[in-house]
Every structure is written in structure tokens, then in C-alpha cells.
């Protein structure tokens, strides 16, 4: 197996690309790739302050090595959920990944600062921990990046991450969910700011890949919480799919962002209001993340 570009001993083959490559053009190949995503989603600029969703997982810390080797200036945010010691493990990852590379994490954690950890909430309100865990990531890490002035909130979902969830959304033909699906959401004026994918034209296994090869220690461990995730389900399925059709995975995503995405857009006229509890931006009169919180709160009181 030989490197497409130098003929080198190849080290991964990458069948959707029919290459395999070798070590440092495997790295520069899944650069490239974040490069070409922030340039056609004309995701950011060298002068925007952007904040990265940091999780300690191989796909947050290998999209802030390369946002940072591509020379942008990039923070990052923690959110500890309270989930044992999975949590505790990838923190210490995360912080140790930002102190060896002189980058600045900022860690918010859901106990100390809401009163409530992931498991808990779950419970409370009957959600799956997933679905409680989500929208307490994206309550606080939009917070977070709205409150200290940032003008865009990075995320490093990849394209298995992107074909599932575009998957699950089809099946439930959930309109609202894929009128949204798109890897830059604009700020606006209410308080939601600029959020973008660039990691989604690298799938799950490269941007591992590209983790091991570039020395970053990550957290291998799987969530506690992740059993009958349903998301996981899917991207099983499409990766037997991938398996007989190499590339099929990125056809189903990129041709519904480039066909699809236009037929379900959302209308700008979906006035948002302010959470009369918090005063972020919400479609009701208390935001979602409020009610979960207040739920959690007044189960635990009831004993
Ligand atoms: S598996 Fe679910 S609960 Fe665990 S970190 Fe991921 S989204 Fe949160
Ligand atoms: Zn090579
Ligand atoms: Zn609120």
C-alpha cells in the first residue's frame, strides 16, 4: 500500500477517496479538508475570536490542533456534565492538551454553575441522557461564547456525526430539525451566536486517525451514558452501508446540504424571545435548558 502523493509506505487507506496515504500526507490531507470547509461554508476569517467546543474526545482536540496549525487563534470551552469519571478523565485530557500547546480553556461545569449534572437531569425529566446532555451543551456553550464577546462558536462535529443525525431526522421526516441542519447557523440578534461545523467532511475513524498520528492523547473511553443511544445505532448502519458503497455516507450529507437543505429552510420570521428566568433566546416564554433545570431542582426538593 503506497502514499498517493510521495509513494511512500502508506499508513491508512481512505476507500471514498480510493488513496491511502502516508503519515504526514494523511495529516496535511485532513487539513486540507477542514481548510477547504471553512473556505466554502465561508465559515470564519484570521480575525474573528473564535471558542471551540472542547469534550476531550478525538474529534474536539484533533479540530483544534489543526484550526490552530492552519494559524487561527482559538480558545476553547469545557463543559464538565457531572458524568463520574469519565468526565473528570477528559477534562484532565483537555486541559493537559490546551497547557502543552499554550491555549487558553475555559471550564464551565454544569453542577457548580446550574445546580444539576447530566444523569440527574435525565432522570428528572425523562429525557434519554443524550438528549438532556445536548441541549445542556448547547444552552452553555452558546452562553459562553455570547457572554464573552465571541464572533464564532466551533463545533467538531464530523461527518459521521452530521449523516446520522441528517439520518435520524429524515426518518422521523422531523422538517424543522433539517431546515437547521447546516454547518454554519448565523448569529442573531437575540443572542445565538455564529455556530459552524469544519469537521464535516472528515468522517469518525480519520479524525481518530489523525489524532494518533498527531500524538494527541484523547479520551478513549466511551460516555457511560451512550448505551441505546440512537445516533450511535445509525452511524453502525451507515457504516455497513459505507462498507459496500465507499463514499455513500459523504453523497447522503453533501447532497442533501447542496439539493436538499434549500427545500426545508426555516423562515427568519420565527421571532425569538427572552427567557424570562435567564434571558437567553427562546421560543417560549422559559428556554428549554430553564425548565430542565427547574424540573431537576424541584424533584430532587420533592425527595
Ligand atoms: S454519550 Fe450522550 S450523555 Fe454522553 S457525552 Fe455524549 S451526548 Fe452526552
Ligand atoms: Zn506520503
Ligand atoms: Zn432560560
Not at 486517525?209 to 466511551?222: F, R
Request: aromatic share 8%; with cysteine; proline share 3%.
Amino acid at each position: 500500500m503506497k502514499c498517493r502523493v510521495c509513494r511512500g509506505k502508506a499508513v491508512i487507506a481512505v476507500r471514498r477517496h480510493n488513496a491511502n496515504f502516508c503519515r504526514s500526507h494523511f495529516l496535511e490531507h485532513v487539513r486540507r479538508q477542514v481548510e477547504r470547509t471553512i473556505d466554502d461554508y465561508k465559515m470564519f476569517g484570521s480575525d474573528d475570536r473564535l471558542v471551540l467546543g472542547v469534550s476531550g474526545g478525538k474529534d474536539s482536540l484533533a479540530l483544534w490542533d489543526i484550526l490552530t496549525g492552519l494559524g487561527y487563534r482559538v480558545d476553547g470551552v469545557y463543559l464538565h456534565l457531572g458524568i463520574g469519571e469519565y468526565s473528570s478523565e477528559s477534562l484532565t485530557l483537555s486541559q493537559r492538551f490546551a497547557l502543552t500547546r499554550n491555549l487558553r480553556l475555559e471550564v464551565v461545569d454544569l453542577t457548580v454553575e446550574y445546580g444539576f449534572a447530566v444523569p440527574e437531569a435525565a432522570a428528572a425529566s425523562h429525557r434519554t441522557p443524550c438528549s438532556a446532555c445536548g441541549l445542556s451543551k448547547r444552552y452553555s456553550l452558546n452562553k459562553v461564547a455570547a457572554e464573552r464577546g465571541y464572533d464564532v462558536l466551533v463545533m467538531g462535529h464530523n461527518l459521521d456525526d452530521e449523516a446520522a443525525t441528517l439520518f435520524s431526522n429524515v426518518l422521523g421526516w422531523n422538517v424543522e430539525y433539517l431546515g437547521r441542519q447546516h454547518p454554519v447557523l448565523p448569529s442573531t440578534e437575540d443572542g445565538l451566536c455564529k455556530k459552524v461545523k469544519p469537521l464535516i467532511r472528515v468522517a469518525e475513524r480519520e479524525t481518530a486517525a489523525y489524532a494518533i498520528l498527531a500524538g494527541i492523547d484523547y479520551e478513549v473511553e466511551e460516555c457511560p451514558m451512550a448505551a441505546g443511544n440512537t445516533i450511535n445505532r445509525y452511524k453502525e448502519w451507515l457504516n455497513r452501508l459505507e462498507e459496500q458503497s465507499p463514499g455513500i455516507k459523504a453523497n447522503f450529507l453533501f447532497g442533501f446540504l447542496e439539493r436538499g437543505s434549500p427545500l426545508f429552510e426555516v423562515s427568519d420570521d420565527i421571532a425569538l424571545r427572552i427567557c424570562s428566568n435567564c434571558g437567553q433566546p427562546t421560543t417560549g416564554d422559559v428556554c428549554a435548558f430553564c425548565r430542565l433545570q427547574q424540573v431537576t431542582i424541584s424533584r430532587r426538593q420533592d425527595g
